[in-house]
């Protein structure tokens, strides 16, 4: 029973195109994040969830928008994909906001034509 | 300056070997200090955790922080192939705010 899920786990789209990812966690944690892993594994926060509510919002275009409709579940909408939205998008929970340890999913890789 | 600094790799080493990880930080604010490990094509988990300055050990892990020096370490004994991962540093500023994580170190263990 996977804690942290996310679908799709591919996404091969074209630029102009708009995509939705999709989590949830059944750890019954408060808080969900997004984070951004570029080419060169690097790890970027982009959006953090508490209870529904939007905590952290990092430099990101307005094309990407979160959207948590319980504290279970937080999908990602893009609009207009850019080839430089090309990367996997890791969803993550966490107890709460205060709590360092993260549980991530398992990626979405999206690859922009 | 860049907030958190880690050297990518890659590391190569032969099993048995002694590997060290490290991260430097910029600001003393930064209190908690954490190594994920991530296999390919998965998401990064939890290793090692901790708050203060010193040695925390775990099996063939032990993570060192040195607040003075805005310097952290991951020290794996008798390195084996499942090793064989990316591991990137997290560092936790205050409460309610984002990790900010390394660019991770990749490390190959070869049998």
């Known amino acids: 029973d996977t804690a942290v899920s996310q679908t799709p786990k591919y996404l091969v789209t074209q630029m102009g195109n708009d995509k939705s990812i999709k989590c949830e966690q059944n750890l019954g944690h408060d808080t969900m994040y997004w984070y951004k892993q570029d080419s060169k594994k690097f790890l970027k926060i982009m959006f953090s969830?508490?209870?529904?509510?939007?905590?952290i919002n990092e430099t990101v275009p307005n094309r990407f928008s979160p959207k948590s409709p319980d504290k279970a579940h937080l999908n990602l909408h893009i609009n207009s994909l850019e080839l430089g939205d090309s990367a996997v998008y890791f969803c993550a929970s966490s107890t709460t906001l205060l709590d360092g340890e993260l549980f991530f999913g398992e990626g979405s890789r999206l690859t922009v034509l | 300056q860049k907030e958190v600094e880690q050297d990518p790799g890659p590391l190569s080493v032969p099993e048995g070997a002694i590997v060290s990880l490290n991260c430097t930080y910029s600001?003393?604010?930064?209190?908690?200090f954490m190594w994920y490990r991530q296999y390919s094509r998965k998401g990064p988990e939890l290793l090692m955790y901790t708050y203060s300055s010193g040695n925390k050990e775990d099996g063939r892990f032990t993570a060192q922080v040195d607040k003075s020096s805005k310097y952290i370490s991951l020290f794996i004994r008798d390195s084996q192939p499942s090793d064989s991962a990316t591991y990137l540093c997290a560092i936790g500023r205050q409460a309610g705010t984002a990790l900010i994580f390394g660019k991770g170190t990749t490390l190959s263990v070869s049998s």
């Open positions: 969830y508490n209870n529904k509510e939007l905590i």
């Open positions: 600001n003393s604010a930064f209190q908690y």
